[in-house]
């Protein structure tokens, strides 16, 4: 039924590889532009490799699943990796369920997507949402092991006030409440959508300069990882599909916050704000209360705090959900570190939750 192959130069802002992710369950992490920006920019900076799996029907040749996937070495260990670099929070196939189901029931295609990925030490892929199609299903042998860390989302229904009320604890609200009019007294506060190619460079610039004020380590900090951001938020700011806003007080910045959406999912993926001028504010948690009104008003279902198990999310109603890990060894020096990677298991450090999570979530808490 298929033909399965390894790309080392996929286009993924070709009109085929466009269509088939509208049709399919892949988060926004696989939006072409996304997918395009890690391997133009990230992966040839980490000294990795492409390595992208697609199934093409046979007959047609019609496109049917994609998976991006990179090799590279670490330790003297050759790895099979999803094409992450601490960016990108959910690991999914861009696939619909029929072709995944049928990926998954043919031993063939199994053992060939394992052999495509040869030489290799270790398959590892990491941050499967619970949502997603199970990918160690897609390779003879491997196996599905928990991560150790929780994605959270909240949902939005109804209108803000409704929702508020069903979702955020009374005295949490209150709070927030009392926190705004403070900051009201010294003058007009204003969360905003900013759209203009200077505001948004402008806006990461603030974020890059507020968060470095916290995280010397921060990846916003360096310019490889600031140039990807950019381009992103650039690229898809038109569409609707990267969301940068501004908080202000009286038009001078205090930062804001940078994310991503599609079908109606906002993922929130960088935060940083003015905590040293307004250190009592909770500026934090005022961003993502009028971050859920605005995703409300622009009809999206889910507010995605992504990766991490900061209290904070909870105050806003995310619910957890596991994030899972995909293995599989071909060598006894893969078996070894596979061993090795599940004895250690913890939150990976170069994951991408840094860029929202701890300098807010010291804030709202």
């Known amino acids: 039924m298929f033909e399965i192959l390894a790309h080392d130069d996929f286009d993924f802002l070709s009109d085929e590889y466009q269509r088939l992710f509208e049709r399919s369950r892949a988060s926004a992490f696989q939006h072409p532009l996304w997918l395009d920006a890690v391997y133009r920019m990230l992966v040839p900076a980490h000294g990795a490799k492409p390595l992208v799996l697609v199934a093409r029907r046979r007959g047609d040749g019609r496109l049917a699943m994609v998976l991006p996937l990179v090799r590279r070495r670490r330790h003297g260990v050759r790895l099979v990796e999803f094409a992450d670099f601490g960016v990108t929070d959910y690991a999914s196939a861009v696939c619909d369920d029929a072709t995944f189901a049928a990926l998954v029931g043919s031993p063939r295609a199994q053992q060939q997507m394992l052999d495509l990925l040869k030489p290799f030490d270790l398959l590892r892929i990491k941050k499967i949402p619970d949502r997603a199609q199970p990918l160690e299903q897609l390779f003879a042998g491997a196996r599905r092991m928990p991560l150790g860390v929780s994605a959270h989302a909240a949902p939005l229904d109804g209108d803000f006030e409704t929702w508020r009320a069903a979702r955020m604890a009374p005295s949490f609200a209150k709070e927030l409440r ?26 990461l610039g603030d974020l890059q300069t507020f968060r470095g004020r916290r995280f010397p380590d921060d ?50 993926l960088i935060s940083g704000l003015d905590y ?60 070894v570190a596979e061993k090795l990677a599940t004895r250690r298991l913890r939150p990976d450090p170069t994951a991408s939750i840094p860029l929202a999570g701890p300098a807010t979530a010291q804030q709202s808490a």
């Open 276 to 335: 040293a001028a307004h250190p009592r504010q909770s500026l934090g948690a005022l961003t993502f209360e009028d971050l859920a009104r605005d995703c409300i008003g622009n009809q999206d279902q889910v507010f995605d705090f992504t990766i991490g198990d900061e209290g904070y999310k909870q105050q806003f109603g995310a619910e957890p959900s596991p994030l899972w890990i995909a293995s599989a060894h071909a060598t006894g020096l893969g078996m």
């Open 219 to 268: 990846l916003l900090g360096q310019k490889g990882y600031f140039n990807f951001y950019a381009h992103v938020a650039l690229a898809g700011a038109a569409s609707g599909f990267a969301r940068g806003y501004r908080l202000s007080l009286d038009g001078r910045s205090l930062g804001g916050a940078w994310g991503i959406g599609h079908h109606g999912r906002f993922l929130l």
């Open 178 to 203: 009392k926190k705004r009019r403070q900051l009201e007294r010294q003058g007009v506060v204003a969360l905003e959508r900013v759209v203009e190619p200077s505001a948004i460079v402008s806006l």
